[in-house]
């Protein structure tokens, strides 16, 4: 994962997360989530690369995530699964 500068393309920052990635990341204020083919999501902090967070979920994902109403949304290959608060 890469970080640029819009103006000038300037790298910002970089990241190695491992693993095969189909969905598209989203971005949650300063977060960006990212979940690849095994089911490994990742929080990545915006200002600077670092993975503030890593949850693995049951089954293979393929399908971006979903933002609705502060919470996130991820389809699995079995299941529909809700991150977020009540």
Not at 12 to 39: F, M
Not at 42 to 70: C, E, F, I, N, R
């Amino acid at each position: 994962m890469y970080c640029l500068d819009a103006a000038t393309g300037k790298e910002l920052w970089k990241r190695e997360l491992g693993g095969q990635y189909w969905a598209s990341p989203v971005l949650v204020g300063q977060r960006l989530y990212v979940v690849n083919t095994a089911g490994v999501m990742s929080a990545v902090s915006t200002s600077d690369g670092q993975v503030q967070s890593t949850v693995k979920l049951p089954g293979q994902v393929t399908a971006s995530p979903a933002v609705l109403g502060g919470r996130i949304y991820i389809r699995t290959a079995s299941q529909l699964m809700c991150i977020g608060r009540p």
